[in-house]
């Protein structure tokens, strides 16, 4: 089974810029969480997807924001890019019990210069 | 919302010694405590979770501890080899929802040789 892909894996932008990640979770699983990872905050949750529907959200300012696709796929959105945007962006995808395993993707690094 | 604490930030032990890792949480109505692993330049996975219904399990070496009174839980390796070198993160449920965690700040384990 295939585990959890995120695209790009790598990316530079510039301030002020915006940019569009992208998480494919394990197939059958219908929930997606995105957390930011850098070394000052540590792992910090940004917001979750469950059938469509966003059903938590972080502590994060408007500029994030995300969606889910009919088929589970989700993208999550950061507009007017600030230095401090620059981190880890991990997804995980789990089966959408209330307690259970994420299986995190290997992230989408974000440098802003 | 959730407040997880973790100690200590760094731990070196000698190989085949043991290792223990602290964390307080603040929520009383958490009820599922997960650990996982970040091993350098991967994704965090999930090595021993626990819920508030028992107040230990073990996993071959790894072993995790559960004090509801005190809302503190621990992990154990024990016997441990280079391979257990990593980062380690516990976490607790946030608003109730197991996908949205609230992480420790994470320990970096170094198994020396």
């Known amino acids: 089974k295939a585990g959890v892909t995120q695209t790009p894996r790598y990316l530079i932008k510039t301030r002020g810029q915006q940019v569009t990640l992208s998480c494919s979770p394990i197939s059958g699983h219908r929930s997606v969480s995105w957390y930011q990872q850098t070394p000052g905050q540590g792992l910090q949750f940004l917001f979750e997807?469950?059938?469509?529907?966003?059903?938590n959200k972080g502590n994060f300012p408007g500029r994030f924001s995300g969606r889910q696709f009919s088929n589970s796929r989700s993208e999550m959105n950061v507009s007017t890019l600030e230095l401090g945007d620059s981190a880890l962006y991990l997804c995980?995808?789990?089966?959408?019990?209330?307690?259970?395993?994420?299986?995190f993707g290997e992230g989408s690094r974000l440098t802003v210069l | 919302g959730e407040n997880v604490e973790q100690h200590p930030s760094t731990l070196s032990v000698q190989e085949g010694d043991s290792a223990v890792i602290k964390c307080t949480y603040s929520d009383s109505a958490s009820n599922y405590f997960p650990w996982y692993k970040q091993e350098l330049g991967k994704r965090p996975q999930l090595i021993i979770d626990i819920r508030s219904n028992v107040g230990e399990k073990k996993d071959q070496r790894i072993a995790v501890t559960l004090n509801k009174t005190a809302k503190h839980f621990s992990l154990h390796i024990t016997e441990t080899q280079p391979e257990d070198s990593a980062v380690y993160f516990c976490a607790a449920p946030s608003s109730g929802s197991a996908r949205q965690l609230t992480f420790g700040s994470g320990t970096q384990l170094t198994v020396l040789p």
């Open positions: 995980a995808s789990s089966q959408g019990a209330n307690t259970g395993e994420l299986f």
């Open positions: 997807y469950f059938s469509e529907t966003q059903r």
